[in-house]
Each structure stands twice: as structure tokens, then as C-alpha cells.
């Protein structure tokens, strides 16, 4: 599984973002064009996984039931305040999908969170709260080297 993901404390836009990149509303495969001129097909999770209550194992199962090679999806840094220990942090998230194989392709951090998770090809884009959001999708669209 190749993965394509966001990372963002609330109210960064990741959602929009999300939308924004893939012209999907909720859950949906998309086919995208690579700066290579070739075309992949996605499939685009546009909840963060723990303000959605979906825990690791839970969207491992989901993403292989849609038997698509790639995803893209997006967490929050910090585990959910409310239900810590099922919806934990973004690295803890990636352990785990890196246990079960996953590549991440590229990785885009918005906002000003210091995150930085283990894993490489990850851009900063701090000011995407103050950016229009068009702005700020051309930015990651060109990070992720999508045409």
C-alpha cells in the first residue's frame, strides 16, 4: 500500500484540503495524474481517523477492502483528547501501518505543529491556516508530485 498523508491539529483544513486534492466529499477512489504523466488510482479518506473514532485496525481492514493500491488520508498529531488509548497519535498510527507493509510516498504537515514522524518525504506548510486554500493544495499537490 502506497500512502499519501496529512497531519494537522483541528481547524488546519486538512479535510478541505483533502477535498480539495481529490474532489472527494467523504470516501471515494479517485484516479490522479503524476507529475510523470502516469495515473494511479486512490482511495481518499477525508476524516481524520481519530475525530472519526476509526483506529488502526479498523482502517487497515478498510483500505484492503477496497483493494486500491494507494491511499490518502489524514491524522492529527496528538491522540484524541476525549478516547486517548483507541485513537492515539499520528506516530503511533504509522507504526502500525508501516508494520503492515504501507510506503508512505510522501507526507504534508500543516499548521504549526512541530511534528515531525519517522518516516521520510515530509514537508511543513505552517502557514496553510492563513493561506487560501487553493494556495495551499497547489503547494502539497506539488510536494506529493501530483500533476
Request: glycine share 4%.
Amino acid at each position: 500500500m502506497n500512502a499519501y498523508l496529512i497531519i494537522g491539529e483541528p481547524g488546519t483544513r486538512k479535510s478541505s484540503l483533502l477535498r480539495s486534492l481529490t474532489g472527494c466529499f467523504n470516501r471515494s477512489d479517485r484516479d490522479i495524474q503524476l507529475l510523470d504523466g502516469t495515473t494511479i488510482r486512490i482511495y481518499a479518506r477525508v476524516s481524520t481517523l481519530q475525530e472519526s473514532k476509526t483506529n488502526a485496525r479498523d482502517f487497515l481492514a478498510e483500505v484492503a477492502r477496497r483493494n486500491c493500491p494507494n491511499v490518502i488520508f489524514s491524522l492529527l498529531p496528538d491522540p484524541n483528547p476525549l478516547f486517548p488509548i483507541p485513537y492515539p497519535d499520528a506516530q503511533t498510527y504509522i507504526d502500525a501501518f508501516l508494520e503492515a507493509g504501507w510506503h508512505f510516498v510522501r507526507t504534508a504537515v500543516v499548521g504549526v505543529h512541530s511534528i515531525s514522524p519517522a518516516i521520510p518525504h515530509v514537508a511543513h506548510f505552517p502557514r496553510a491556516v492563513s493561506q487560501p486554500i487553493n494556495i495551499v493544495a497547489k503547494n502539497i499537490r506539488a510536494h506529493f508530485e501530483w500533476h
